[in-house]
């Protein structure tokens, strides 16, 4: 069966520091990934999503990126964050019927 | 492009409670129509589905109805349970499209 595993599951990082989050799938081949962002209080936004690797599409301009290093990884990074960047971080995989999510990271920026 | 629209709540409900959260969209085609649930700390959830017009999904007591003349999906539940209070997220995957559409979600809380 299909799995996603997303990590760190909460992340305090300061203002100006890097950022790396992971997340990766099993038991499928080429599909599709996404990022989505959820502020306190608000909705799912969308940031990035890739048909492949290599393959990014950015959804909003912002201070993050996305990267598909091999078919079934999707990192999301940045090289200085923001205290606007703090939110929920939540890893799909579209399975065409439904989208399955990872548990979701945590992020604080102080 | 596509879009999906809710009550943004919150919503405050005492238990057994009958429960509607409002949801319609705008699409091309045939969309897929979803509801997913997300509990405090945790990623999203399918709580149910429907892929065509007058399909009634249904999960945990909850029902949504694919009401194709009136671009609506809504989430009732008959008698709600404190353990019901979660977000719930309406949301529709195009036929043409590459990902899924969320709705703002809606914040539910149930009390005893």
């Known amino acids: 069966s299909q799995t996603i595993h997303q990590w760190p599951a909460t992340l305090v990082q300061p203002v100006g520091s890097p950022l790396s989050l992971e997340c990766t799938v099993e038991?499928?081949?080429?599909?599709?990934l996404y990022w989505y962002r959820q502020a306190a209080g608000r909705g799912l936004q969308l940031l990035f999503y890739?048909?492949?690797?290599?393959?990014i599409s950015s959804e909003v301009p912002q201070n993050l990126s996305a990267s598909r290093p091999q078919d079934r990884q999707f990192i999301l990074s940045s090289k200085k964050l923001l205290l606007s960047d703090s939110g929920f971080y939540l890893c799909?995989?579209?399975?065409?019927?439904?989208?399955?999510f990872g548990q979701g990271t945590r992020l604080t920026v102080v | 492009g596509d879009s999906v629209t809710q009550m943004e709540g919150p919503v405050t409900l005492s238990e057994e409670a009958f429960l509607t959260i409002n949801c319609t969209y705008t699409?091309?085609?045939?969309?897929?129509l979803f509801w997913y649930v997300q509990y405090p700390g945790e990623g999203l959830q399918l709580l149910l589905k429907?892929?065509?017009?007058?399909d009634k999904g249904s999960n945990k007591g909850f029902e949504a109805t694919y009401r194709k003349e009136t671009t609506s999906f809504h989430l009732e539940k008959g008698s709600v349970q404190v353990s019901d209070s979660a977000v719930y997220f309406c949301?529709?995957?195009?036929?043409?499209?590459?990902?899924?559409?969320f709705g703002p979600g809606t914040r539910l809380s149930v009390l005893p």
């Open positions: 949301a529709l995957s195009a036929t043409a499209g590459l990902h899924f559409v």
């Open positions: 699409a091309t085609g045939y969309p897929s």
């Open positions: 429907a892929t065509k017009a007058d």
């Open positions: 890739s048909v492949g690797i290599g393959q």
């Open positions: 799909a995989w579209d399975g065409n019927t439904e989208a399955f």
């Open positions: 038991g499928t081949s080429n599909p599709n």
